[in-house]
């Protein structure tokens, strides 16, 4: 079946310093690349996202990239600091349905 | 706050028993999706509905059901509950039956089964 593999599963940074999260995705209809943050004892919300027409978006300290011909999206945080620390989801929409397939998360950690 | 909302907050029960999640999605929202995580796994596709009507199926086992009613909000049943079904439920919301459509997340049920 369709997957989306994500990498790494813990990031430990110093805070100012950037960090890095990249998926792979294996349906390449997707069309749509959604990325959650999820705080300890929250659900996830939705911080970013990007659609198959552009290759990269930015939101303040936040961006993510798109290589359609590579099948994979990274996310991007410069500047991290210490409430940045959470489990991040990547996901990947299922061509001509409503699904999305996530990725097994990563947990960033942001050193003072 | 996302918009979508979940009760209850928690829920201890005993293994054999039956439990009924619930979910009240954003104004507007016609689709509800089921979601379930387990300690430190990532997020399990369930089910989703669209304005009242089952439109796709994941990991959904036999001994859980959901349903969509005419207000829109959402109900998950667990029965015949095991161990293995402790985990956290999340439903989310979405405006209309497109893949490009944002999913909105509620607060999440914290099932504990004893």
């Known amino acids: 079946g369709e997957n989306v593999e994500q990498h790494p599963s813990t990031l430990s940074v110093q805070e100012g310093d950037s960090a890095v999260i990249k998926c792979t995705y294996s349906?390449?209809?997707?069309?749509?690349f959604p990325w959650y943050k999820q705080e300890l004892g929250k659900g996830p919300q939705l911080i970013i996202d990007i659609r198959s027409n552009v290759g990269e978006k930015k939101d303040q300290r936040i961006a993510v990239t798109l290589n359609k011909t590579a099948k994979h999206f990274s996310l991007h945080i410069t500047e991290t600091q210490p409430e940045d620390s959470a489990v991040y989801f990547c996901a990947a929409d299922l061509w001509r349905t409503d699904k999305l397939i996530f990725g097994t998360g990563t947990r960033l950690q942001v050193f003072p | 706050d996302s918009g979508v909302t979940q009760t209850p907050k928690h829920l201890i029960t005993a293994t054999g028993q039956r439990v009924t999640l619930r979910c009240s999605p954003r104004s507007g929202d016609l689709s509800v999706y089921w979601y379930q995580q387990s300690l430190d796994q990532g997020l399990q596709f369930l089910i989703q509905y669209y304005n009242g009507e089952e439109r796709a199926k994941g990991n959904i086992l036999e001994r859980f059901s959901a349903q969509q009613f005419p207000d829109l909000h959402s109900e998950l049943n667990l029965s015949s509950l095991e161990l293995g079904d402790s985990a956290l439920y999340f439903c989310a919301s979405s405006g209309a039956p497109s893949s490009y459509n944002e999913q909105f997340f509620g607060p999440g049920t914290r099932l504990t089964v004893l």
């Open positions: 349906d390449s209809a997707s069309n749509y």
